[in-house]
């Protein structure tokens, strides 16, 4: 095979242009929504922290699985609706709308499961990982139909 059998000609800057211009166009749009949304499940986390009896950081900072599971079940709960409101916006402001709105949702929810669920906050205090499962489970279904009904 001799060089001249290759064709470079996808190469060539005028071939490209239009994929590199869309790219460059559309990736720091990206970024922004990335960010917002990352930005918002901060903000939804930190509330939900504040929120509930015990101090989640704290305890996992001296080992609590338990409430390792159950922060980290609301971390995943909160990224799955806001993952959905960033794909079903069009602009940065449907975004931190829909993303908004999944937030206070979704911690009303995590309150009810929490309210129905009676005495998981203690046990999750206690350690009890089995509780923690439970509770992260509950709140990733109720995630899961929030971010379906977000899509829709």
Do not use: C
């Not at 990335?34 to 499940?41: D, P």
């Not at 939804?44 to 704290?58: D, M």
């Not at 309210?115 to 509950?138: C, H, K, W, Y």
């Amino acid at each position: 095979m001799t060089p001249d059998s290759f064709n470079f000609n996808f190469l060539s800057p005028d071939v490209l242009r239009p994929e590199i211009q869309a790219f460059a166009t559309g990736f720091p749009i990206t970024l922004v929504h990335a960010g917002v949304t990352l930005l918002l499940l901060l903000i939804g986390a930190t509330v939900y922290s504040l929120l509930t009896p015990y101090k989640e950081i704290n305890q996992i900072r001296e080992g609590n699985s338990a409430a390792a599971v159950a922060f980290g079940g609301v971390i995943i709960g909160l990224a799955i609706p806001l993952a959905a409101s960033m794909a079903a916006s069009t602009s940065l402001r449907e975004i931190v709308l829909w993303g908004g709105a999944t937030i206070v949702l979704q911690l009303f929810v995590f309150r009810f499961v929490d309210f129905l669920l009676t005495g998981l906050p203690a046990r999750i205090n206690e350690g009890e990982v089995s509780a923690a499962v439970l509770l992260v489970s509950a709140k990733l279904a109720a995630a899961l139909v929030l971010a379906a009904a977000v899509a829709a």
